[in-house]
């Protein structure tokens, strides 16, 4: 049963605009939540990270949102580039573990120039 | 500083097989996570070393192992291989416990099994 949800597989958006990824999770012991970005023949690589005790976090053209009453995440990116193109996974630490994280199925998104 | 290494890149096993992937983790570093990705499911945690020692493991069969060497070089093996162990297996490394945005990846190990 997964405990992180990604229900849209792809996403295409234009060059410059926001790129909007979504995430839900179902345990409410979930207190800190990670993105990971993967580019084909590579390993995922850490992006932006948000604690439960804060509902946003920025981190350049990179913002994380965080909704807890709706276990609800998002993450924006402003404004969108080509080599955006990739594919973003949602994180959490399973048991407060650090190191034995939990991820979403993934999101593909493609940013046409 | 060089990234964490997995080898082999490829690797082709037909099903009732074993095989075995290795892991260098970034020097310095004594954590390493192996995961597993398959269409779909996203990534799965397997199993967790730190200090030669397995800390947390995650739901798969016995047939998944691992060990850590005292260099925090780590093996995972996996035996009598079903078509369903088709998968990229990652990697990752980290420093410090409890620092959860420090886990780098390998690039994976490609297993295909026919």
């Known amino acids: 049963d997964q405990q992180v949800k990604q229900n849209s597989p792809s996403l295409s958006v234009q060059e410059g605009r926001i790129s909007i990824l979504n995430c839900d999770y179902t345990n409410s012991m979930f207190d800190y939540f990670l993105w990971y970005k993967k580019y084909p023949a590579e390993g995922p690589t850490f992006l932006i990270s948000?604690?439960?005790?804060?509902d946003k976090n920025e981190d350049g053209r990179f913002t994380v949102f965080l909704n807890k009453s709706a276990k609800h995440l998002s993450l924006h990116i402003v404004p969108s580039q080509p080599g955006d193109s990739a594919v973003y996974f949602c994180a959490a630490p399973l048991s407060g573990s650090a190191r034995q994280l939990t991820f979403g199925s993934g999101t593909q998104l493609t940013v046409l120039p | 500083k060089a990234g964490v290494t997995q080898t082999p890149r490829y690797l082709i096993k037909t099903r009732g097989q074993q095989v075995t992937l290795s892991c260098s983790p970034i020097s310095g570093h004594r954590s390493v996570s192996w995961y597993q990705q398959t269409p779909g499911q996203g990534l799965q945690f397997l199993f967790e070393y730190f200090s030669e020692t397995q800390r947390n493991k995650g739901n798969f069969p016995g047939r998944f192992s691992g060990r850590q060497f005292s260099n925090s070089r780590s093996e995972m093996n996996v035996s009598t291989l079903e078509l369903g162990d088709s998968a990229l297996y990652l990697c990752?490394?980290?420093?410090?416990?409890?620092?959860?945005?420090?886990?780098?990846f390998g690039p994976g190990t490609r297993l295909t099994v026919l």
């Open positions: 990752a490394s980290s420093s410090t416990p409890g620092n959860t945005d420090t886990q780098y």
């Open positions: 948000i604690s439960s005790i804060k």
